[in-house]
Protein backbone atom coordinates (compact mmCIF):
# COMPACT_ATOMS: atom_id res chain seq x y z
CA UNK A 1 0.00 0.00 0.00
CA UNK A 2 1.23 3.60 -0.77
CA UNK A 3 1.35 5.56 2.00
CA UNK A 4 0.84 8.99 0.43
CA UNK A 5 -0.80 8.50 -2.70
CA UNK A 6 -1.46 11.62 -5.12
CA UNK A 7 -3.49 11.94 -7.95
CA UNK A 8 -3.36 12.69 -11.15
CA UNK A 9 0.80 12.23 -11.38
CA UNK A 10 0.13 14.09 -14.40
CA UNK A 11 -1.84 16.91 -15.71
CA UNK A 12 -2.16 19.01 -18.73
CA UNK A 13 -4.42 21.47 -19.00
CA UNK A 14 -5.33 24.90 -20.61
CA UNK A 15 -4.67 28.40 -19.11
CA UNK A 16 -8.28 29.61 -17.52
CA UNK A 17 -9.13 25.96 -16.58
CA UNK A 18 -9.62 24.60 -12.79
CA UNK A 19 -8.41 21.65 -11.94
CA UNK A 20 -8.14 19.65 -8.75
CA UNK A 21 -5.00 17.20 -7.14
CA UNK A 22 -6.25 14.86 -4.56
CA UNK A 23 -4.37 13.87 -1.34
CA UNK A 24 -4.38 10.72 0.67
CA UNK A 25 -2.36 9.12 2.97
CA UNK A 26 -3.18 5.74 5.25
CA UNK A 27 -1.02 6.31 8.04
CA UNK A 28 -2.82 7.59 10.96
CA UNK A 29 -1.06 11.00 10.53
CA UNK A 30 -2.38 14.35 11.49
CA UNK A 31 -0.78 16.66 9.52
CA UNK A 32 -0.83 17.34 6.20
CA UNK A 33 1.15 19.71 3.74
CA UNK A 34 1.18 21.05 0.29
CA UNK A 35 4.37 21.92 -1.41
CA UNK A 36 4.98 23.69 -4.67
CA UNK A 37 8.26 22.89 -6.43
CA UNK A 38 9.67 25.31 -9.34
CA UNK A 39 12.44 24.60 -12.19
CA UNK A 40 15.25 25.57 -9.50
CA UNK A 41 14.40 22.89 -7.23
CA UNK A 42 12.79 25.28 -4.86
CA UNK A 43 10.73 23.52 -2.50
CA UNK A 44 8.08 25.94 -0.89
CA UNK A 45 5.30 25.23 1.37
CA UNK A 46 1.78 26.59 0.65
CA UNK A 47 -0.80 24.78 2.82
CA UNK A 48 -0.54 23.16 6.15
CA UNK A 49 -3.46 20.98 7.69
CA UNK A 50 -3.58 19.73 11.42
CA UNK A 51 -6.29 17.81 12.52
CA UNK A 52 -8.27 19.30 9.39
CA UNK A 53 -7.47 22.72 11.12
CA UNK A 54 -5.33 25.37 8.62
CA UNK A 55 -2.42 25.87 9.92
CA UNK A 56 0.07 27.44 7.10
CA UNK A 57 -1.37 29.36 4.18
CA UNK A 58 1.54 31.05 2.31
CA UNK A 59 1.23 34.35 0.48
CA UNK A 60 -0.47 32.01 -2.33
CA UNK A 61 -2.94 33.27 -4.55
CA UNK A 62 -6.45 32.78 -3.64
CA UNK A 63 -7.34 30.93 -6.73
CA UNK A 64 -5.44 28.26 -4.66
CA UNK A 65 -7.90 26.53 -1.86
CA UNK A 66 -7.02 23.66 -0.07
CA UNK A 67 -9.74 21.11 1.30
CA UNK A 68 -9.62 18.61 3.84
CA UNK A 69 -12.52 16.45 4.19
CA UNK A 70 -11.27 14.56 7.00
CA UNK A 71 -7.25 13.70 8.12
CA UNK A 72 -6.55 11.13 5.70
CA UNK A 73 -7.25 13.90 2.59
CA UNK A 74 -5.95 17.27 1.75
CA UNK A 75 -7.39 17.81 -1.86
CA UNK A 76 -5.84 21.26 -3.88
CA UNK A 77 -8.26 22.93 -5.89
CA UNK A 78 -6.90 25.79 -8.56
CA UNK A 79 -9.21 28.06 -9.78
CA UNK A 80 -8.53 29.86 -13.31
CA UNK A 81 -4.93 28.58 -14.08
CA UNK A 82 -1.92 30.38 -15.22
CA UNK A 83 1.28 29.56 -16.94
CA UNK A 84 3.02 30.57 -14.23
CA UNK A 85 0.98 27.36 -11.82
CA UNK A 86 2.90 24.72 -13.89
CA UNK A 87 5.13 23.67 -11.33
CA UNK A 88 5.23 20.13 -9.31
CA UNK A 89 3.14 20.00 -6.50
CA UNK A 90 4.03 17.51 -3.62
CA UNK A 91 1.69 16.27 -0.79
CA UNK A 92 3.10 15.50 2.52
CA UNK A 93 1.99 13.65 5.76
CA UNK A 94 3.30 13.65 9.39
CA UNK A 95 2.43 13.18 12.75
CA UNK A 96 2.90 15.96 15.11
CA UNK A 97 -0.13 15.60 17.19
CA UNK A 98 -0.10 17.69 20.95
CA UNK A 99 2.85 17.20 22.90
CA UNK A 100 4.32 14.92 20.55
CA UNK A 101 7.99 15.29 18.54
CA UNK A 102 7.03 15.47 15.38
CA UNK A 103 8.39 12.28 13.35
CA UNK A 104 9.47 11.96 9.65
CA UNK A 105 7.47 13.29 6.79
CA UNK A 106 6.39 10.84 3.80
CA UNK A 107 5.79 12.69 0.52
CA UNK A 108 3.55 11.63 -2.00
CA UNK A 109 5.00 10.92 -5.78
CA UNK A 110 4.04 14.74 -7.10
CA UNK A 111 1.88 15.90 -9.34
CA UNK A 112 3.60 17.36 -12.32
CA UNK A 113 1.28 20.34 -13.80
CA UNK A 114 1.83 21.81 -17.13
CA UNK A 115 -0.72 24.95 -18.18
CA UNK A 116 -0.66 25.85 -22.19
CA UNK B 1 11.34 31.04 10.27
CA UNK B 2 12.45 27.49 10.18
CA UNK B 3 14.09 27.26 6.98
CA UNK B 4 17.03 25.58 6.71
CA UNK B 5 19.60 26.57 4.25
CA UNK B 6 21.73 23.96 2.57
CA UNK B 7 24.99 24.49 1.31
CA UNK B 8 26.66 24.62 -1.46
CA UNK B 9 23.72 24.67 -3.92
CA UNK B 10 25.63 22.31 -5.59
CA UNK B 11 28.28 19.57 -5.42
CA UNK B 12 30.27 17.23 -8.05
CA UNK B 13 32.55 14.41 -6.81
CA UNK B 14 33.33 11.16 -7.79
CA UNK B 15 32.47 7.80 -7.22
CA UNK B 16 33.71 6.91 -3.70
CA UNK B 17 34.88 10.22 -2.44
CA UNK B 18 32.87 11.90 0.77
CA UNK B 19 30.14 14.50 -0.52
CA UNK B 20 29.20 16.83 2.65
CA UNK B 21 26.69 18.87 2.81
CA UNK B 22 25.52 21.74 5.38
CA UNK B 23 22.39 23.18 6.40
CA UNK B 24 21.91 26.61 9.07
CA UNK B 25 18.87 27.66 10.67
CA UNK B 26 17.56 30.26 12.82
CA UNK B 27 15.77 29.46 15.74
CA UNK B 28 16.19 26.71 18.21
CA UNK B 29 14.81 23.56 17.41
CA UNK B 30 13.32 20.32 18.37
CA UNK B 31 14.54 18.37 15.55
CA UNK B 32 16.52 18.59 12.18
CA UNK B 33 15.69 16.17 9.30
CA UNK B 34 17.45 15.08 6.56
CA UNK B 35 15.69 14.64 3.07
CA UNK B 36 16.83 12.88 -0.18
CA UNK B 37 14.84 14.01 -3.63
CA UNK B 38 15.59 11.52 -6.73
CA UNK B 39 14.87 13.27 -10.06
CA UNK B 40 10.95 13.06 -10.51
CA UNK B 41 10.56 11.82 -7.66
CA UNK B 42 9.01 12.78 -3.88
CA UNK B 43 11.35 13.45 -1.19
CA UNK B 44 12.49 10.39 0.99
CA UNK B 45 13.56 10.61 4.69
CA UNK B 46 17.36 10.53 5.83
CA UNK B 47 17.61 10.57 8.93
CA UNK B 48 16.08 12.69 11.91
CA UNK B 49 18.74 13.99 14.89
CA UNK B 50 16.93 15.67 18.10
CA UNK B 51 18.08 18.75 19.39
CA UNK B 52 19.93 17.02 22.43
CA UNK B 53 21.97 14.39 19.80
CA UNK B 54 25.55 15.66 18.17
CA UNK B 55 25.78 12.97 15.82
CA UNK B 56 23.97 10.42 14.10
CA UNK B 57 24.96 7.37 11.88
CA UNK B 58 22.83 5.85 9.12
CA UNK B 59 24.81 3.79 6.92
CA UNK B 60 27.24 5.28 4.90
CA UNK B 61 25.41 8.83 6.60
CA UNK B 62 26.31 10.61 9.62
CA UNK B 63 25.00 13.86 10.37
CA UNK B 64 26.14 16.35 13.17
CA UNK B 65 24.28 18.51 14.62
CA UNK B 66 25.67 21.95 16.43
CA UNK B 67 22.86 23.45 18.17
CA UNK B 68 25.33 26.61 19.52
CA UNK B 69 26.00 27.26 15.64
CA UNK B 70 22.16 26.38 14.76
CA UNK B 71 23.97 23.93 11.82
CA UNK B 72 23.99 20.73 10.91
CA UNK B 73 25.78 18.97 8.26
CA UNK B 74 25.10 15.47 6.38
CA UNK B 75 27.98 13.52 4.95
CA UNK B 76 27.81 10.76 2.74
CA UNK B 77 31.00 8.28 2.71
CA UNK B 78 32.34 6.36 -0.30
CA UNK B 79 29.86 7.88 -2.38
CA UNK B 80 28.16 6.14 -5.67
CA UNK B 81 26.15 7.19 -8.35
CA UNK B 82 22.81 5.98 -6.79
CA UNK B 83 23.63 9.01 -4.28
CA UNK B 84 23.10 11.55 -7.20
CA UNK B 85 20.18 13.46 -5.73
CA UNK B 86 18.85 16.27 -4.37
CA UNK B 87 19.31 17.08 -0.29
CA UNK B 88 17.10 18.72 1.78
CA UNK B 89 16.92 19.78 5.52
CA UNK B 90 13.67 20.66 7.52
CA UNK B 91 14.55 22.38 10.77
CA UNK B 92 11.79 21.47 13.21
CA UNK B 93 10.58 24.12 16.07
CA UNK B 94 9.26 23.52 19.24
CA UNK B 95 5.94 22.84 20.80
CA UNK B 96 2.52 23.26 19.54
CA UNK B 97 3.39 26.33 18.08
CA UNK B 98 5.34 24.68 15.05
CA UNK B 99 3.05 22.41 14.01
CA UNK B 100 2.58 21.98 10.00
CA UNK B 101 5.51 24.13 9.93
CA UNK B 102 7.72 21.66 7.99
CA UNK B 103 9.91 24.36 5.76
CA UNK B 104 12.25 23.34 3.15
CA UNK B 105 15.07 25.51 1.61
CA UNK B 106 16.28 24.95 -2.08
CA UNK B 107 18.39 21.89 -0.81
CA UNK B 108 21.64 20.73 -2.66
CA UNK B 109 22.19 18.91 -6.21
CA UNK B 110 24.59 16.18 -5.36
CA UNK B 111 25.94 14.64 -8.61
CA UNK B 112 28.35 11.08 -8.39
CA UNK B 113 30.23 10.61 -11.17
CA UNK B 114 31.09 7.20 -12.34
Known amino acids: DTAVSQTPKYLVTQMGNDKSIKCEQN?????MYWYKQDSKKFLKIMFS???????INETVPNRFSPKSPDKAHLNLHINSLELGDSAVYFC???????????????FGQGTRLTVV | SQQGEEDPQALSIQEGENATMNCSYK?????LQWYRQNSGRGLVHLIL?????REKHSGRLRVTLDTSKKSSSLLITASRAADTASYFC??????????????FGQGTTLQVKP
Open chain 1, 92 to 106: ASTKEGQGLSSTEAF
Open chain 1, 27 to 31: LGHDT
Open chain 1, 49 to 55: YNNKELI
Open chain 2, 27 to 31: TSINN
Open chain 2, 49 to 53: IRSNE
Open chain 2, 90 to 103: APKGRGSSNTGKLI
